[in-house]
Each structure stands twice: as C-alpha cells, then as structure tokens.
C-alpha cells in the first residue's frame, strides 16, 4: 500500500469512528428510554424479528454491488472523468498517459481520488443494478415473513398473532425499496472516499429513526392508538426517507461537479489545439484532441459496457454469493432463535445483542470498511503491475512455477511490493486486539452492574447478564474476524473470492447445526457459544490466507507483527482476574441486595475497574510505542499530503481530500 493509500485508511477511519461514536452515544439514549417502555416481547419483535426482515432484504441487494465497485476507485487511475470507458476511451486514456508520462505537474497525479479519475457514469451504471435486483429480493423475503408468521400462530397457541403485524412488514419492505433508491449514489460517495458526507447522511437517519420511536412510544395519545409493531414501522420510514434525500442530494453534488471539471478540462483542451495550430504541431494536436469529453459518444449512457464494467459486475456478483453466506453466518443466531424461543426470550437475546455489538459497530466495523476500501484499491493496483500471483496464491492455488528464493529479482520485486501493505496491516490488527482485549477483560465483571443500573432488575434477573458476559468475549473474536476477513476479501481475484465461497459455506452449515444443536439446551448462552466457534473457524481461514500472502517476505511474522506484545497479553489476563475476584468479593449475592445497598456496592466494584483500567492503559503506552508511532506517523503524512494538495493546485488531488 502506498502512503496516499495509508492516509486514506487513517483519515476513513478517523472520520467514521468519530461518528460511529457521536451516533452511538446518542442513539444509546434515546434506545435506553426505549428498551425501559418495552417489555421484552415488544422489544424482540423490533431487534430480532423485523431487524432480521431489513437487513436480510438490504444485506442480498447491496452488499454485492457495494464491494464489486470499489473496484472503480483504483481502476478509474486515468480514467479520465464522465466519459472514460465509452468506446474509444482507451485510446484516449494511451494518448493522456503519453503526454504526461514526462510531465511532473499535475498531470502526474491525473485520476487520482477526485472526479477527475473515477467515471461517475459507469459507476451509476454498474450501481443502478441494486434498485431492480433488491425490489425482486425485498419481495421475497417479505412474502416469506408473511408466510412463517401466519403459519407459525396457527401451528401455535402459545404465540398469539402480533396485532397489525402484515401491514408492519409491508411497511417495511417500503422502506427498504426507498433505501436501495439511495443506493446508486451511496456507492458513488463510497468509490470517491466521501466519508464525511457518508457520516452526516447515517447519523441524521439513525438519529431520526430513534427519535421517531421514542416520540411515538411516549405520546400518551399515539402510545394507545399505535401498537409497536406500527411504531417501528413508521420509524423505520423515516429513517429510509432521510437516507434517500441525502445520498440523492450527495450524489447530485458529485455529479455536477464532475460535469463542471468536464467543461474545464474541454476548455483547456481548445485552448491547447489552438496554440498548436497556431505553432504547426499537428502531432500535438491530434493528441490533444484525445481528451476525454470530446467524443460524442459521451452524451449517452446506452453504449455498450466496457471490460472494466463488466469485470466489476463478474465481482460483484461473487461478492453477492458471498454476502448471502455471511448474513447467515452474522445473523444466523437471530434467524433460530426467531424460529425456536418465545417473543420474550428474543428480547433478551435482541438486547444483549444489540448492547455488546455497540463496540463492534462504533470502532470496528468503521476500521473494517476503511480498510477494505484501501486494500482494495491496493489490490488492484498489484495485479495490474504484476502482482497478481501473489493475490491469486492466497486462495490456496497451486504455483506454476518453481518458488524462487529471497535474493532473485522477482523476490525482491514482491518483498518490495509487500512490505509498505505488511506495515499498514500490522497496527490496524493490532489495534483491534487491544480494543477486543478490554471488551473480554472486563466485560464478564461488570455485565450485571451495567444492566442492573441502566436497564433495571426487569432485564438484569434474567439469563441477560450472563449472556453478555459471554458476549463480552466474543467481542474479541469478532474484532479479530472483521479486519482480517477485510485484507483477504480485499486481495483475492474472483477465483479466490469462488473459493472462499466454498469455505464460507462450509462454515455456515456448520454453525447453523451447532445453533440448533446448542439453543435447545443451553438457550441464548448456547447462541453466543455457537457464534464464537464460528469465528474461531473464519480466523483460522483468515491468519492462513495472510500468511500464504506473505510468505515471500521474510521479515513478517504472525506472532511479530499481528499480536500485542506478551507483557500485553499478561496483563490483560491480570486485569481480567483482579475484576473477576473484585466481583465476587463486593456483590455475592446482589441479587437480593437492596437498591441503596447495591449502589454503594457497585461503586467499589467500578472503582477498581478504573484503576485496573489506568494501570492497563499506562503500560500500553510502553509495551505498544510502536503501533502509536505508527498511527500518528499516517496522521501526519495525511495531514502533509493536505497541505501538498492545497498548495499545490491539483483539482484532482484536492478533490479527492474533500471529504
């Protein structure tokens, strides 16, 4: 990967993160308020069943097309703006790189991370796709919902049909077509790196969704005429009208900006057939006037889809096989307990659930998705220089040729490649291994302190506190997964991305027979323990892909570079034993402690997790110098790229450090 590459990792991370954890924050309010209106019943049809109805829908349609057209982002090096890909651009495109294979001005950097070098039209080509594909998918899954709903409360007694329930699914579905209408333009802000634009869209549409809910759930007046099932409905309208209205209004910025960088571009190319005819210099002229936004061609967009479409839809019709697979693999827990446990024990999976993947969702999936992002554009750039075998070896495939040795060109060619990627990878991995550690720490101590003070003894006396205990620790592995899973995904060629496939699948049969076979005897505990053998499987896969990655350079090492330091490791496994021992001496039996008695209690018990917690974050900052010295050396190349840019007067490179 290279420096501009780990910038835009540094600077996606940064900026998701900080807005995962404004949304999160404010979101945790306002669904606290909600989950002490609800009872548990209530609570599961809106974070198990209707949960899994939307994103079952979403997840098929747009996960796909999501990650297939990334592949635009590094592709679109020179791509020329609107009109590259249209037939004759890849004329174009030689004739552009001729005249500024010898330039070291800003027609170096041309197609970067702006307008300028991404083809907004094929990536709206190749994106609309989601819109027909997902309205088809939407249905099903709807009808299905409808479905197993009627005849699971006529098989059954004990589960009284939801009032309003067939309108609340069709609302729903509603919703989920008025999101996929945003699509288009949400992947068009995700291929040009827009990630305070993505910030400001999600937390204005989870903001509303909460607020919604909570307004009609505490109106005296509605709280009688509406039943849950229509509250979470129409809060989930909401949410998918805000979406819609601002990747649209995103998404007509990008393009007008990218026809006003058109018309720039068309102007100083007159300009430069002019001089050249005024000097005589026929060859110049007929290069000049290779500049795209010239051919007519450009105006339409019904001309045939160019190889580089093409490939991006092959990808992403693999990355839709796959998604298929990893929705049941992430969300089959919720799909068994929907079908095998009562409406009252969803809720309390629903909110342990909920509560212990905040971390997830907050700090890792921000880091995951910027990482994917720039892994990708890093893939691609490998296999168009040469690099490709080495992607293609991850999958498992066998060599062709005999393996050279560290001192041949072609090794040192491919340590060369490897060694800025293995650098990147190393903190990111290692970041998200401290982060899970302090889940798993001290999470199993104080799980019951948390939701007896937030959430009340209605949620705290049942089997909730040791569910999320054990949460807690999976925390970690779903750290670990997500990054990893990310590089991988990121670097494989569709064969390799087939074959991951194939395991993925394996996995998912897997652990769907160890859910069933768990959750009959050990209920939501035997859930979370199904989920954790499922990743440690998925890791597995993931620590072996990386290191048949990087097995031609030899300074890496798994244990070296991708684990915290042993005295890191030591003493979070102390830190985790001195808060276990803390609870078992100050709330044996809290239970049946009075309130004031708990309270004073617990706060001893917090105490000496803030100490412990201060102790673990001082010798992080020894053991670990290396990884911050990392981190802050991307902030500061980011920050000096900005500057560079600016002063520079790149449009292009400008345009990409907008947002």
């Not at 995904?489 to 064969?495: C, E, F, P, Y």
């Not at 001082?618 to 790229?641: C, F, I, K, N």
Request: charged share 15%; hydrophobic share 50%.
């Amino acid at each position: 990967m290279e420096n501009g590459q780990a910038q835009v990792v540094a600077s996606g991370f940064l900026t998701l993160l900080a807005s995962q954890i404004g949304t999160r924050i404010v979101t945790f309010v306002i669904n606290l308020f909600i989950a002490r209106l609800l009872t548990p019943g209530a609570y599961g049809l809106a974070s198990v069943q209707f949960h899994l109805l939307t994103t079952t829908a979403l997840f098929i349609s747009r996960e796909g097309f999501r990650r297939g057209c990334l592949r635009f982002g590094a592709a679109g090096v020179g791509a020329g703006g609107d009109d590259a890909g249209t037939p004759g651009a890849e004329a174009k495109e030689a004739d552009d790189r001729g005249n500024a294979g010898g330039s070291n001005g800003s027609g170096s950097r041309k197609g970067g991370a702006g307008s300028g070098g991404i083809n907004n039209r094929s990536v709206l080509r190749a994106a609309a796709l989601t819109v027909p594909w997902g309205v088809v998918i939407t249905a099903g899954v709807c009808g299905i919902a409808l479905w197993q709903h009627t005849a699971g409360t006529t098989a059954s007694s004990d589960e009284p049909e939801v009032p309003y329930y067939r309108e609340a699914v069709l609302m729903h579905g509603i919703a989920a077509v008025l999101e996929l209408l945003a699509e288009p333009f949400y992947i068009l802000a995700s291929v040009h790196l827009m990630f305070r634009s993505r910030v400001a869209v999600e937390f204005a549409a989870t903001l509303t969704k909460s607020l919604v809910t909570l307004g009609l759930l505490s109106s005296r007046r509605l709280r009688h005429r509406l039943p849950p099932a229509l509250t979470f409905s129409a809060a989930q309208l909401a949410m998918a009208a805000v979406v819609m209205a601002g990747y649209w209004a995103v998404g007509l910025r990008l393009m007008a900006k990218g026809r006003k960088d058109k018309a720039h571009k068309a102007g100083v190319s007159e300009i430069s057939q002019r001089a050249a005819r005024r000097h005589g210099d026929g060859g110049n002229s007929s290069s000049a006037s290779a500049v795209p936004g010239s051919g007519s061609e450009s105006n339409s967009w019904l001309y045939p889809w160019t190889p580089l479409e093409r490939h991006v839809l092959a990808t992403s019709v693999v990355f839709t096989l796959q998604a298929v697979e990893k929705l049941a693999l992430a969300e089959g827990s919720k799909m068994v307990i929907a079908t095998m446990q009562s409406a009252a024990n969803q809720g309390v999976y629903g909110l342990v659930s909920n509560l212990g993947s905040l971390v997830v969702r907050t700090l890792f999936q921000p880091l995951e998705e910027a990482a994917f992002a720039a892994f990708s554009t890093w893939g691609a750039s490998a296999k168009a220089s040469g690099a490709g075998a080495a992607a293609t070896e991850v999958a498992g495939t066998t060599a062709t040729a005999a393996t050279a040795t560290t001192s041949s060109p072609s090794a040192a060619t491919s340590a060369a490649r490897l060694a800025p990627l293995a650098r990147a990878l190393s903190p990111m991995v290692k970041a998200v291994a401290v982060l899970g550690l302090l889940a798993a720490a001290f999470g199993p101590s104080y799980s019951y302190v948390l939701l007896r003070v937030v959430y009340g003894t209605r949620w705290s006396e049942t089997e909730a506190p040791a569910v999320l205990a054990a949460y807690s620790a999976y925390v970690l592995l779903l750290a670990l997964n997500g990054i990893g899973e990310a590089f991988v995904h990121a670097v494989l060629d569709a064969r390799g991305l087939q074959q991951s496939n194939a395991l993925l699948l394996v996995f998912s049969g897997v652990h769907l027979g160890v859910c069933v076979a768990l959750v009959r005897q050990y209920g939501a505990l035997g859930l979370v323990a199904a989920d954790s053998a499922n990743m440690v499987l998925r890791i597995s896969y993931s620590t072996w892909c990386i290191r048949r990655f990087f097995r031609s350079l030899p300074t890496f090492s798994l244990h070296r570079d991708l684990l915290p330091a042993p005295n890191t490791l030591a003493a979070f496994a102390t830190a985790a034993a001195a808060a276990a021992t803390s609870n078992r001496l100050l709330l044996a039996g809290a239970a049946s402690m009075p309130q004031r008695v708990f309270l004073r209690q617990a706060a001893s018990h917090v105490g000496v997790g803030v100490v412990l917690l201060a102790a673990l974050l001082g010798l992080l900052v020894r053991t670990e110098r290396a990884v911050l010295r990392q981190v802050m050396e991307m902030r500061r190349q980011r920050r000096e790229g900005g500057r560079r840019a600016t002063g520079g007067g790149d449009d292009a490179v400008k345009s990409g450090k907008e947002d």
